[in-house]
């Protein structure tokens, strides 16, 4: 000890007063951390944060080191990479089911035969008035009533065709607007990197900027499939399982929503290269699965069950002659393929060819004005397997009412099973990271005794200091 006595004792209060001053500091940051806590219980994303205290560096006082009271060493956050990315995952399923069960369920109404397109009634309703032609073959009412049915089953069709057409652009349009979102969301990521990078670099808390980013990274998940990586110094790169970069470091690389080659519906390309195919989940991909392959394929089918319906109905009533002894000819309008071998517009194009009751061929050839031969053959079409797979016209639509039925059940229950996996997996996460009042309750009553008695202690220095004042100037 080098000096007077009441000296070092002077010196040795003061550094008392000033690890007490520390302690007080900590303590209340310890507060404030907690009651931003208790205050995000309800935010989305937020992740709850722990205040890492250290000891102060030690003096050496005789060859002793005496500790100097405590300090902040960090502020850490509750987060788990392995559920985020867990988490992050099922997001990509859930998007991808959520998108395409509300897409197939408005195509479902529209085959519901109570209030939707009732194209089965039609198909009835127009076999049905051959036979009833066929008791009177040579009644002009019961030519224009099937007339009238043949009308009813083309304009079925067609309203068919158009409706499922619409509910496929209103997807293709949906698809440019999912696009632009994920390049808005990708944006966020990379600006978010810069901010999280910046305040590394100030040596400040950067917690509630990586909660943001993360919420940003579900939000991407949600919308297409993507798989992300942190790197060393913090930032995220993130890119679609595929490959095509979404975001790295600063950066993000804005996908584009353009015309194919077929220039009929939109494609998805990253880097001037379409990945469109690549796509499987996330709402992007329930939206392209629901376009591309579910409503393409009703459409196709509608299509063939139109041109068998045509070839097939023709085929008969051209085997007939009409009410004038004439040769029977098309009863539906010729049907030209838009692309040699396919059948794709059939049931957009389908109608009635003839206007003539008369024209009609309900009897057999050279068999006169009241046969009724073909009449009841055409009225036996119904049961005819004229359509793909051998199917009957009754058949062949019941599969394709069906075929929706099940895709839209497949989604539907896909989704419930996703979001209660992902409502078990979100709470799992929200055990590690999430915030419990009580734990908080806990940490609040601790910060504050060790508050309050360093408060005490400084109290006992300030009385020890006075005193000492007063020996000294005694």
Known sequence: MQGPPEIFIMSSLFASLNVARQALQAQQFGLDVTQNNISNVNTPGYARQRVNFVPGDSVFQNNYAVGMGVRLGSVESFRSGLMDRRVNDELQAKGEFDASSAVLQQVEALFNESGGLGLQTAVNDFFNSFSALAATPEDISLREQVLARGQELGTRFNQAYQKLQAIQSQQNGAVAETVGEINTTAAAIAKLNVEIQAARGANTNETTLVDQRQEMLDKLAGLTDISYFETDSGNVTVMSPQ???????????????????????????????????????G??????????????????????????????????????????????GDFFNVFVPLVPGTTTGAA??????????????AAAVGSGQGSNANAQALAKLQEDPFLP????????????????????????????????????????????????LDDEAVSMMQYQKAYAANARFITVISELTDILVKILGG
């Open 243 to 281: 490959g095509a970069l979404l975001v790295t470091g600063d950066v993000s690389y804005s996908w584009s929503a353009s015309n194919g080659p077929s220039g009929t519906m939109l494609g998805v390309y990253a880097g001037g290269v379409d990945i469109t195919s690549r796509i499987q989940s």
């Open 389 to 436: 797979g051998g199917a009957t016209a009754s058949q062949f639509y019941s599969n394709l009412v069906f075929r929706i039925g099940l895709d839209t059940k497949t989604a539907v229950d896909g989704l419930g099973v996703q979001k209660q996996l992902l409502t078990q997996l979100q709470n799992q996460r929200d055990s590690v990271s999430g915030v419990s």
């Open 283 to 328: 709402k992007l991909g329930g939206m392209l699965k629901a376009r591309d392959t579910n409503i393409s394929g009703y459409l196709s089918a509608l299509d063939d069950m139109a041109a068998g319906f045509i070839s097939r109905v023709n085929l008969q009533h051209a085997a007939g002659s009409d009410l004038d002894g004439a040769a029977g």
């Open 348 to 361: 957009r194009a389908i109608g009635v060819a003839i206007s003539d009751p008369r024209k009609i061929a």
